[in-house]
């Protein structure tokens, strides 16, 4: 499967999309746009509306809000899975999560997790693999996440984002779905660790 990430379409010629980061751009149309309309760009996400012509000849506006691709780590070493608890002030509430985090201009997915491992956790693997890419929430989102699978774990020196404040956790590896399915908890998650035990890593 493809690791790559680069942009399509003629949205990269938007100033919004224009600005160096990298971005979930969506395919070629099948319904005629008639206008593309940003209305937000705070610099981390893009949010706007296309009005779309549907099938029945009627017009539509589709609202999204564009996140840069991410990444979603699950890391295995001595028959246990690395996670990370921190708060999400945005639904208020403590969450075991797997490492994750954003894509960086020129990186692919196995190399930002590798990336984000270390820096959340203080970990680096010594090999990953890509899972799968999928979009997200797609009613309303253009956000695309690949999940990584990531083992043979080195200690490193931690460097945390400003805004993490997180606690690497361990759990044993036929205890995870488990814990994990524990309330609250997240998609990105159950949906990482439910692909690697599909693909026979757990």
Known sequence: MSDDLRDCGDLADLPAFDDGRTHSLPGEPEWPV?????????????????????????????????????????????????????????????????????????????????????????????????????????GVLRHKRGYVFAEGLDPVDVDHDSNEFLVPRTVPVDEALEVAREPPTNDATLEGLLLAEHEGLL
Request: proline content about 7%; charged content about 25%; some cysteine.
């Open 34 to 138: 008639r206008e593309v309309a940003v209305e937000y760009d705070p610099g981390w996400f893009v949010g706007g509306y296309d009005r779309v012509e549907q099938p029945d000849g009627t017009e539509k506006k589709y609202y999204w809000a564009e996140l840069s691709p991410a990444t979603v780590v699950i890391a295995v070493a001595d028959d246990r899975v690395l996670f990370v608890e921190q708060y999400r002030p945005t639904v208020r509430n403590t969450q075991l999560e797997l490492p994750a985090g954003i894509v960086e201009p020129g990186e692919s997915y196995t190399a930002a997790g590798a990336r984000e491992l270390a820096e959340e956790t203080g970990f680096a693997p010594s090999s990953t693999a890509l899972l799968q890419e999928v979009w997200c929430s797609t």
